[in-house]
């Protein structure tokens, strides 16, 4: 079946501007994360959806950063007034609580670049 | 905090012969713990994980890591490396101290194999 996929797969903007990534999870994955890969280093949790609602929101690193999750399936990750700290690679992971595993599965990242 | 340390930059070997990555872990209680590969441009691939069990768990494209309790540890191992396992390898914990599910991820091992 279809993985997870994201959208842009590559955002150019300027210092200043709003940006929105989008996350379309594995279908009847009820839980969602995005994470944030900064070059050269691991990935760092954002935060966490179960259905709609976020329970886990200790990654966001600003207040400029919010992320909505609608349907119980696609997510956007709003960065507002972006700055050039926040160039990275955005991903999207989604799982299946309940199964054996919680294992998660990742989408292919947005790689945002802020000029 | 749950914690996992990947102590190897990088690290060489010869196609056809037997590779390791290394990882250790710091947790409290039970270790879920994981192993991803990602490819250039590529989000993560899930390879294998240990919940409980037999010590050797088998995984992906002849992938296995052993989990060993006493030196926590929870090597990734291939008898015979693939020029085309080259890429970038993340170990990662399960962390539920929020009470939420996240992984918590290492700073990732570039393997390079040589022809």
């Known amino acids: 079946g279809a993985g997870v996929s994201q959208s842009p797969s590559n955002k150019v903007t300027e210092k200043g501007k709003d940006v929105e990534l989008r996350c379309d999870p594995i279908?009847?994955?009820?839980?969602l994360y995005w994470y944030r890969q900064r070059l050269g280093q691991g990935l760092e949790f954002l935060i966490y959806?179960?259905?709609?609602?976020?329970?886990?929101k200790s990654g966001l690193p600003s207040d400029r950063f919010s992320a909505e999750r609608t349907g119980e399936s696609v997510s956007t990750l709003t960065i507002q007034r972006t700055q050039q700290e926040d160039s990275a690679v955005y991903l999207c992971?989604?799982?299946?609580?309940?199964?054996?595993?919680?294992?998660?599965?990742f989408g292919p990242g947005t790689r945002l670049t802020v000029t | 905090a749950q914690s996992v340390a990947q102590p190897e930059d990088q690290v060489n070997v010869a196609e056809g012969n037997p590779l390791t990555v290394k990882c250790t872990y710091s947790?409290?209680?039970?270790?879920?713990l994981f192993w991803y590969v990602q490819y250039p441009n590529r989000g993560l691939q899930f390879l294998l994980k240990?919940?409980?069990?037999?010590?050797l768990v088998k995984g992906s494209y002849g992938f296995e890591a052993e989990f060993n309790k006493s030196q926590t540890s929870f090597h990734l191992k291939k008898p015979s490396a693939l020029v085309s396992d080259s890429a970038l390898y993340f170990c990662?914990?399960?962390?539920?101290?929020?009470?939420?599910?996240?992984?918590?991820f290492g700073t990732g091992t570039r393997l390079l194999v040589s022809p």
């Open positions: 947790v409290s209680g039970n270790p879920y």
């Open positions: 240990y919940i409980t069990g037999d010590n």
């Open positions: 959806f179960q259905g709609n609602s976020a329970p886990d």
């Open positions: 279908s009847g994955h009820t839980a």
């Open positions: 992971a989604s799982s299946f609580p309940g199964t054996s595993g919680y294992e998660q599965y």
């Open positions: 990662a914990v399960r962390d539920m101290t929020t009470g939420f599910q996240k992984l918590v």
